[in-house]
């Protein structure tokens, strides 16, 4: 597809030109006629189409005028039918309940700009007002730690929490235009909820795992007892069976919220 204006760097911009990635996408999110789609940044509307043809109901946030104007002379019908709805907003001040959204009952299908990947998958993921699934279109090498990766980062932890994370496919540089630096992936989450706080805050869950991560090269139990008393410390892990030489990176999901759970016990409480 050609270019029809000039993209911006300021904000990050790479249109898709060619319709194998929205397909892709849109398998990944399993899109059927009647679901309710966020689009984060549609640009020329390729990613769009594929929702739209599929019989998705699209929220459009844009922060282009431009790329509204494009959207709106290539999809008058599906405007008109209320099908597309569009938002010139700026992603940065995302609040999803500000377009109607109702919890779980909706999805998130975008191809994001690099910049704003860590911030919109916690704005989305921790808000009230959750999708039940998501599809990113990022950078290659952030989607590998989030679910590729054995060791364990800030990153795959935040987003394991919520839900289930997969990497669907490598996208060369070549899908795009212009091309970025460097190659991107389409990862999903699904099964997003809130239940693993069923026990503790999350307040305390992301207290806790960044007080782990603090000092990498750090062994967990020095960094947690920044905070925590290390003797204490020192019982809890005997009790879940970690090494005292443990580093954060080497602990699931599971074993840090059973870790979690035990300090809300042992010291909030």
């Known amino acids: 597809m050609k270019e029809k ?15 194998y990635v929205p397909k892709k996408m849109c398998d990944a999110a399993a899109i059927e006629a009647g679901d309710i789609v966020l689009e984060i940044g549609p640009g020329t509307g390729v990613l769009t189409r594929e929702i739209l043809l599929r019989g998705g109901r699209v929220i459009a946030i844009e922060a282009d005028a431009r790329a509204i104007a494009e959207l709106q002379t290539t999809f008058p019908k ?5 099908q597309l709805v569009i938002h010139h907003h700026d992603a940065r001040t995302l609040d999803l309940e500000e377009f109607g959204l109702k919890q779980g009952s909706f999805k998130v299908v975008s191809n994001i700009p690099y910049y704003l990947s860590g911030f919109l998958f916690r704005t989305i993921l921790e808000s009230n007002c959750q999708p039940n699934t998501l599809v990113f279109l990022i950078q290659k090498e952030v989607a590998e730690r989030i679910a590729r990766d054995e060791k364990e980062s800030l990153l795959s932890l935040s987003i394991e929490v919520f839900g289930e994370p997969s990497y669907i496919c490598t996208v060369k540089k070549g899908h795009f235009t212009p091309p970025p630096k460097i190659d991107s992936a389409i990862v999903a989450i699904n099964n997003i909820s809130r239940d693993k706080f069923n026990d503790f805050s999350s307040e305390l869950f992301f207290k806790v795992i960044h007080l ?19 003797e204490e410390l020192k019982h809890i892990f005997t009790e879940l069976g970690l090494p ?10 599971n074993t840090w919220l059973n870790l979690i759970n035990i300090i809300n016990h042992r010291f909030i409480h």
């Open 5 to 19: 204006f000039e993209h911006k760097k300021s904000l990050g911009q790479h249109f898709l030109n060619s319709d």
């Open 78 to 82: 599906e405007i008109s039918n209320h």
């Open 212 to 230: 782990g991560f603090a000092q990498k090269r750090k062994q967990l139990i020095g960094n947690l007892s920044s905070e925590f008393d290390r």
């Open 244 to 253: 005292l030489d443990i580093r954060a990176e080497d602990i699931k999901l």
